[in-house]
């Protein structure tokens, strides 16, 4: 193996680097220091607002979203590996059974200890 096949992604890696520092510099001095009041109060259609904005919030709305989190990352890990089920070996099937099951194993703690019960 050549050193050389990896040279566009390790430029590409350093561009962005560099782009990304550039552009966080670039507004960090261009941003306004001190921000109108009626721009940071809240808005609500236009009226003032009845109450404050910043009610606090169940913490089964963060559970449910980790949740989804959690499976959307496992499809991500699925999707390509049923793809090339073909290759697949049975390390690499056994190691996704492994990932299912502690997965499952997961949604069933949740599922017992009522993080998927909303009361």
């Keep these: 193996m050549n050193n050389t096949e990896y040279t566009p992604i390790l430029a590409t890696l350093l561009i962005r680097t560099l782009l990304r520092r550039i552009l966080v510099i670039i507004t960090h001095h261009t941003r306004k220091r001190k921000p109108d009041p009626e721009k940071i109060s809240t808005y609500e259609c236009g009226f003032d607002p009845f109450e404050s904005a910043r009610l606090p919030f ?3 709305f963060f559970l449910i979203g980790i949740l989804f989190m959690l499976f959307d990352i496992e499809i991500s890990f699925i999707f390509p590996w049923c793809l090339s089920i ?4 049975i390390n690499r099937i056994i190691n996704m059974l492994l990932f299912l099951t502690i997965l ?14 909303w009361e």
């Design 58 to 60: 169940s913490i089964k």
């Design 86 to 89: 073909k290759n697949n070996n």
């Design 104 to 117: 499952t194993w997961g949604f069933i703690y949740e599922w017992i200890s009522g993080g998927l019960n």
